[in-house]
């Protein structure tokens, strides 16, 4: 059984830059795609980005393209995702997920394994 753990969330203000950090335990962190996603109050749970077992493939919502990089230190079982230029609507608790195929994918259905979320708020 895999744990995840996310770490790195704070109230920040916009144009403010974020790193999250997921820990995992549990499994073969190199076995398992990763990916981040976020839940703003009332709205669904969407993907941000995805990383493949060894970084070789990435993916990002349009909207974070170009201010968020996803990364993956598989020596320390840890996942990051570095947010720049923060807007308010980055607004959302994130989580971070692991599936055990090779590539991520955007469907939370798709994950396997979630951890507790981290609170990220930027105010304007």
């Known amino acids: 059984q895999v744990q995840l753990a996310e770490s790195g969330g704070g109230l920040v203000q916009a144009g403010d830059s974020l790193r999250l950090s997921c820990a995992a335990s549990?499994?073969?962190?190199?076995?398992?795609?990763m990916g981040w996603f976020r839940q703003a109050p009332g709205k669904e749970r969407e993907s941000v980005a995805t990383i493949s077992w060894r970084a070789e493939s990435t993916d990002y919502a349009d909207s974070v393209k170009g201010r968020f990089t996803i990364s993956r230190d598989n020596a320390k079982n840890t996942v990051y995702l570095q947010m720049s230029s923060l807007k308010p609507e980055d607004t959302a608790v994130y989580y971070c997920?692991?599936?055990?195929?090779?590539?991520?994918?955007?469907?939370?259905?798709?994950?396997?394994?979630w951890g507790q979320g981290t609170q990220v708020t930027v105010s304007s």
């Open positions: 549990g499994g073969t962190f190199s076995l398992l795609s």
């Open positions: 997920a692991a599936r055990r195929l090779r590539i991520g994918a955007r469907q939370s259905t798709d994950y396997d394994y």
